[in-house]
């Protein structure tokens, strides 16, 4: 004789046997605010008991019309989101605004060497919206994002989507830190960024193509410091500037060897990311250059890695822009759930920063 497999719990199996309904099931996952804590523990435990492991996400999708998860583009491969310290504060952030709101979020690698797969890619996400982190604009991922009808925010870059914005004014925020090298007597500064254009771009790049770099939050900071060196009497086409458009630990130690072995005389570099301040630190450490006696070093971003070494950097709020962002998503979610509301004019928020003092500035020798 065949033994049959025990039956598998449904949702309505089990609503049946404790004698509630369906929905009172539902809301002891879904919505325990709705049920009493006593009424909700013996609905828990009776499901424990009885093997049931609670309403299927795939029915609760074709009934709700909602994927229960937003989406976050990201413009590196999926591990960089876990090495880069400002892209771990924003993704904090960004769960940190779905925490309690029966939400997921669903990562999205969208990495700098190719947008063939785009459409693909964006179009086959089961999510309810984008958060698409700093890309640049006419990027194919964000136009696919744009195409899927859903609420996207845009966070960082590109500034003038037209789409609901969260970030920073780049270009006024590094300005403390260039000023910080010019009064110090500083006039010998070079300039170390990370990717200033979608195609890629290693080495040294030229005072006409900076100005004309598609990658809006890398040029803003550039073109911030220019600005003060200007002021300075320092002509900005003299101050040699060097991209990369991978940023990690080994790109941004080439790019500070690349900088300074051509420049040999600068006693400064002033850096668009504290890992490219890093990279300079141990460049320097190797050549046994001291910082800040023979070179100052300035960086952005306010990674804890930097801070703890005294870096002088610009601290920005890069978990609060990913709860701003994730906050502003979830709310226009909801407005396109609610028909009968009136859609609101596209938000935008802008965040403050501040400046670091740190002990890696010093008047030059």
Not at 144 to 173: E, K, Y
Not at 345 to 365: D, E, M, S, Y
Request: aromatic share 4%; net charge neutral.
């Amino acid at each position: 004789m065949v033994k049959r497999s025990p039956t598998r719990k449904t949702l309505a199996s089990l609503a049946a046997e404790l004698g509630v309904s369906r929905t009172t099931v539902s809301n002891a996952y879904s919505r325990p605010d709705q049920l009493s804590a006593a009424t909700r523990e013996r609905i828990l435990a009776a499901a424990k008991a009885r093997g049931y492991p609670g309403p299927d996400p795939t029915a609760r999708s074709l009934r709700t019309r909602r994927a229960g998860s937003v989406g976050v583009l990201l413009t590196e491969h999926l591990s960089y989101a876990f090495e880069d310290m400002a892209s771990v504060d924003f993704l904090a952030g960004m769960a940190e605004a779905s925490a309690g709101a029966q939400t997921t979020l669903t990562l999205i690698p969208a990495g700098p060497e190719g947008e063939a797969e785009a459409t693909s890619l964006v179009g086959s996400a089961a999510v309810d919206g984008f958060v698409v982190y700093s890309v640049a604009a006419g990027d194919a991922y964000l136009e696919a994002a744009r195409g899927r009808g859903l609420p996207v925010v845009v966070c960082d870059q590109p500034t003038d989507s037209g789409l609901p914005f969260v970030g920073i004014d780049d270009r006024a925020a590094i300005a403390p830190a260039a000023r910080a090298l010019v009064e110090a007597g500083h006039r010998k500064i070079g300039v170390l960024a990370i990717r200033l254009k979608r195609e890629r771009h290693d080495g040294p790049i030229s005072w006409d193509e900076l100005q004309g770099a598609d990658m809006h939050v890398q040029r803003a900071r550039v073109m911030g410091a220019m600005d003060v060196f200007a002021q300075a009497g320092i002509a900005p086409e003299t101050v040699p500037v060097v991209t990369q458009h991978i940023n990690d630990a080994q790109t941004t130690r080439a790019a500070a060897q690349l900088l300074l072995d051509a420049h040999p005389n600068l006693t400064a570099v002033l850096c668009t990311t504290d890992s490219m301040a890093l990279g300079v630190m141990t460049y320097a450490r190797e050549r046994g250059i001291d910082i800040p006696g023979e070179l100052s070093v300035t960086g952005f971003d306010g990674i804890d890695a930097g801070q703890r070494l005294g870096l002088t950097t610009i601290v920005q709020p890069n978990k609060a822009k990913g709860a701003a962002a994730g906050h502003m998503l979830s709310k226009l979610i909801a407005g396109a759930e609610d028909s009968a509301a009136a859609m609101p004019a596209v938000p935008r928020r802008v965040l403050q920063t501040r400046f670091a003092q740190g002990r890696t500035v010093a008047p030059p020798l």
